[in-house]
């Protein structure tokens, strides 16, 4: 599915179906998960799972292959200032955990987001 596809289905309303799967999921791996269920993302998680850049590119440049958007689950809520970097690696959208207030979605969208909507490489 392109990532754009995913964005559209999202926005009609539609239920939208992930699979948590591990970040060290090799291709095969992945051919494997995609076959046996009817996905239309993979999530990866670093709040409760090993994490490191050179395994998030990997694992994202295996899913781009397979035409596999990636959602990725970032380690805190204050590394929102990050997710410019987290999407340098791959993924196609981030997930940050246990949101308390409109500030952190205010820096979350603006990291996310080049200008004019953002700041992200600014």
């Not at 239920?15 to 970040?23: L, Q």
């Not at 997710?83 to 820096?107: A, H, Q, W």
Request: proline share 4%.
């Amino acid at each position: 599915m392109a990532i754009t596809s995913l964005k559209r289905l999202i926005n009609s309303g539609k239920m939208v179906n992930g699979v948590g799967v591990d970040m060290g999921y090799s291709l095969s791996d992945m051919e494997r998960t995609i076959a046996d269920s009817s996905c239309d993302f993979l999530s990866i998680d670093s709040q409760h799972a090993p994490y490191n850049e050179d395994r998030l590119e990997e694992f994202c440049r295996n899913a781009k292959s397979l035409d596999m958007p990636v959602l990725f689950r970032i380690k805190h809520t204050r590394h929102t200032y990050l997710i410019g970097n987290y999407l340098d690696l791959g993924p196609t959208g981030i997930v940050v955990p246990e949101v308390r207030d409109v500030s952190t979605v205010d820096e979350a969208l603006h990291s996310f987001y080049y200008p004019q909507k953002g700041k992200r490489s600014w």
